[in-house]
């Protein structure tokens, strides 16, 4: 497992939350993020057209929000 820090901010909220998680890829990291502190879970369809990384960023972002992983050590 890798290690990521995960900001995330809401334009709804006007709140930035960072935190760390370990997970596997920075796409599962956000995913893993988005469901356990956001309550945004996306159906399995949804999935399927977010295979990579950018493209759940690109997803959050149509959403008003924006998320950002970095791997650290």
Do not use: W
Request: glycine share 2%; hydrophobic share 45%.
């Amino acid at each position: 497992m890798k290690k990521y820090v995960i900001a995330y901010i809401s334009l709804f909220e006007n709140e930035l939350i960072q935190t760390i998680l370990y997970s596997t890829s920075r796409r599962a990291a956000v995913l893993d993020f988005l469901a356990t502190t956001q309550d945004i879970v996306f159906e399995e369809e949804d999935l399927l057209n977010m295979e990579s990384y950018g493209q759940v960023v690109e997803q959050i972002a149509n959403m008003d929000s924006y998320i950002n992983a970095i791997e650290i050590e």
